[in-house]
């Protein structure tokens, strides 16, 4: 009984969460669309930041990481497919494992190590330091200035840094991987392009898209349940972390299953 | 136009505490100036952010102007709470942006002043408290009494319709001290309500017009 009453309170504690998720990011969503409401230079800006912080300055760790798992993987394939090239199976495990897989979930992952802990220790900080309780009394919404702009910038930062992410994959890591095997670029690119539908694409940008607006709730809900104690602030970081990676596989297979089944 | 405050009945406690406002009453109104006063810890800061609506009660009622609060939606809430006042004890300064851009922010959220207009009339502010050098610098690089002297501009930056002060002389200078007096009584004289927690006894004796004591969670003595 014990253990039934625990387990039921559990999923109930966790379902709940989902709710008060979802009323966040349904609640951003009307605070931000509002055309009468106020502020939109400064939550624009606020966007600006965001797409910068989380898109522009990672560029670099994603841009290595791409390089050096894209190589890996061209290397691997090859292994697997004993031909010099002109197999149509090296395009279609490039296209699945890179396009499809890595790209997204890698870049989300960069994402919410690096920018969904720094929004949900920056919130923390924010509500400790009463400084939504002082937006709150400048009249200004707090879902509106913190929390839409956030969802906006990692959408879009998202997005664009897993483009970024498989074009690198691809055309660095194919460049890294010629110092080991022999592989002609034109080669290359043809059996890339005969694998690669308008559908992978598509996909890719759509799991990217989910993977921002995702993150970007589950970080700025954690940073919102800060009461009162900076102690409290990173175990919310490492509860945003957690939850958020949780949330991107789930997507991630629930996409996939959507699309290719 | 200055409005009328009145809680009723209200009490509150945090999540798994005791009470920390219990069955609280009373009502403030245009041009007066009540001060609560109360030992350390006792919920000074707790009542004060009941009367602004930053906290909701567990029972009672918060009114402004008869209409009940927390049955307003979300934007009359922030349209209510962008005409109220309040001076933070801890100044709650956002801490990414430097002291301008604090002062800027609701003035430029809301877009009522061009930004030239923005600019000189917080350089004047920050001339008349002298802190032309500090515009630039971010809240973290600043003494808590300079923070604090920047939330009172802050408040008072825009016009109000109700004033909530939380303890702005904690960390003051006599001079500063001397300036939120004659703020607060400027403010009586516009007609304007204003609810005020201190520890000091001159700003009290010569600013309030009724004084709430609050011990063990009740408004236990309403000496004018």
């Not at chain 1, 349904?26 to 912080?53: H, T």
Request: net charge neutral.
């Amino acid at each position: 009984m014990d253990i039934l009453e625990r387990t039921g309170s559990a999923v109930w504690r966790d379902f709940s969460h989902l709710l008060d998720m979802s009323t966040l990011f349904l609640e951003s969503l009307k605070a931000g669309l509002n055309k009468r409401s106020p502020g939109k230079g400064l939550v624009f800006d606020v966007a600006m930041n965001q797409i910068l912080f989380t898109g522009v300055e990672a560029m670099t760790i994603v841009g290595v990481i791409a390089l050096l798992l894209g190589a890996a993987t061209i290397i691997e394939t090859f292994s697997l497919v004993p031909d010099l090239g002109g197999d149509p199976l090296i395009g279609k495990i490039l296209v699945v494992v890179v396009v499809r897989e890595l790209g997204p979930i890698i870049t989300a992952f960069i994402i919410i190590g690096r920018s969904g802990t720094a929004i949900s220790t920056e919130i923390g900080y924010m509500m400790v330091n009463h400084e939504i309780q002082a937006l709150e009394m400048m009249g200004i919404n707090p879902i509106r200035y913190v929390v839409f702009p956030r969802i906006v910038g990692m959408s879009v930062a998202v997005f664009c840094l897993s483009f970024f992410f498989t074009m690198v994959a691809l055309f660095g890591g194919y460049m890294v991987s010629r110092l080991i095997i022999q592989y002609p670029f034109t080669m290359f690119l043809e059996d890339l392009s005969r694998a690669l539908g308008f559908w992978d694409v598509a996909v890719s940008g759509i799991k990217c898209f989910f993977f921002g607006i995702i993150v970007a709730v589950i970080c700025c809900y954690q940073g919102f349940s800060v009461r009162f104690s900076f102690t409290e602030i990173p175990q919310v970081a490492t509860r945003a972390v957690v939850w958020s990676i949780y949330a991107c596989f789930a997507v991630n297979i629930i996409i996939t299953a959507f699309f290719y089944i | 136009m200055p409005v009328k405050l009145e809680l009723k009945d209200v009490s509150f406690a945090y999540e798994g505490g005791e009470d920390i406002v219990r069955s609280a009453s009373f009502s403030v109104s245009p041009g007066e100036v009540l001060a609560i006063v109360a030992q350390v810890g006792a919920g000074k800061t707790t009542l004060l952010k009941l009367c602004a609506g930053l906290l909701p009660p567990v029972e009672g009622s918060l009114l402004v102007d008869g209409n009940n609060f927390w049955d307003l939606s979300v934007i009359g809430q922030l349209e209510l709470r962008h005409r109220l006042g309040f001076s933070f004890q801890e100044a709650a300064l956002i801490a990414n942006i430097n002291v301008f851009d604090n002062l800027a922010l609701p003035l430029r959220y809301y877009g009522d002043m061009a930004e030239n207009e923005i600019e000189r009339s917080i350089n004047a502010w920050l001339e008349r408290l002298n802190l032309r050098p500090v515009s630039k610098s971010l809240p973290a690089a600043l003494s808590s009494g300079v923070r604090q002297k920047v939330s009172f501009i802050r408040t008072v930056l825009l016009g109000r319709d109700f004033f909530f002060w939380d303890n702005p002389t904690q960390d003051a200078d006599a001079a500063f001290t001397k300036r939120i007096g004659e703020e607060i009584h400027e403010q009586k004289k516009k007609g304007v309500g204003q609810i005020l927690t201190t520890q000091n006894r001159e700003l009290l004796s010569r600013s309030a017009d009724r004084v709430l004591t609050l011990a063990g969670g009740r408004i236990s003595t309403c000496a004018p």
